[in-house]
């Protein structure tokens, strides 16, 4: 199968899920947005109230602060693949319990390996502990660089918690500069 079928497969396949408890009270499964082409991919946690009413990743309040994030380093959700680590949204948006994230897993995994990006951003604590380490630190180890599996990985705040604590974004800026830097290092397309 060409890549362009399998991921079509995929998301038809996923769109059907029911494999963890948050299928009882979704709206509308959130399978990614982007260009599946990308060299790089980016992974929040899971979907808010406005993801899950749409279907579309990153469309609510902190939505707009990763659009304007991207702007900062010339990229947009178009040029990047962008996916969570759960795909249906946990009641009153709670954080995806260790059970769900583990489900949801088959997916976000078969994304990844399609999307084969050569850099991965983990948007916050939650999607960094799931996949660079379990004791992931965010006020330590964010912009920080890890090799998972062959890729560049790092974490930075989630655009949320940039809207609760103002304080944090001029580190967050620094992560931004620190991922733009890398991708005129290491990809091979230009962003
Ligand atoms: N927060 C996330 O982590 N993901 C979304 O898609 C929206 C908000
Ligand atoms: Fe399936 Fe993931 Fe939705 Fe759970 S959160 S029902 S594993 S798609």
């Known amino acids: 199968m060409a890549v362009k079928e399998e991921w079509e497969a995929l998301s038809a396949e996923c769109a059907g899920c029911r494999a963890c408890p948050l299928c009882e009270t979704r709206t509308k499964l959130v399978f990614g947005v982007g260009n599946p082409q990308s060299e790089i991919m980016l992974i929040g946690e ?3 109230e406005q993801e899950d009413l749409q279907g579309v990743p ?4 902190a939505g707009k602060l990763l659009d304007q994030m991207l702007e900062m380093i010339d990229l947009d959700r178009t040029k990047v693949y962008i996916a969570n ?3 249906c949204r946990p009641p009153r948006n709670r954080d995806p319990q260790p059970t769900e994230q583990e489900a949801c897993r088959r997916w976000l995994d078969r994304q990844i390996a399609l999307v084969d990006p050569k850099i991965i951003v983990c948007l916050g604590r939650i999607a960094a502990m ?4 379990e004791d992931f630190r965010i006020t330590r180890e964010h912009g920080q660089w890890f090799d998972v599996g062959g890729r560049r990985v790092m ?6 918690a940039l809207l609760r604590d103002v304080s944090k974004r001029p580190e967050a800026f620094m992560d931004l500069r620190a991922l733009r830097k890398e991708i005129r290092e290491i990809c091979t397309r230009t962003y």
């Open 85 to 87: 680590m759960v795909k």
């Open 155 to 160: 974490a930075t705040y989630h655009p949320s």
């Open 130 to 133: 799931g996949i660079i380490k």
């Open 58 to 61: 990153f469309v609510g309040p």
């Open 46 to 48: 899971g979907p808010g």
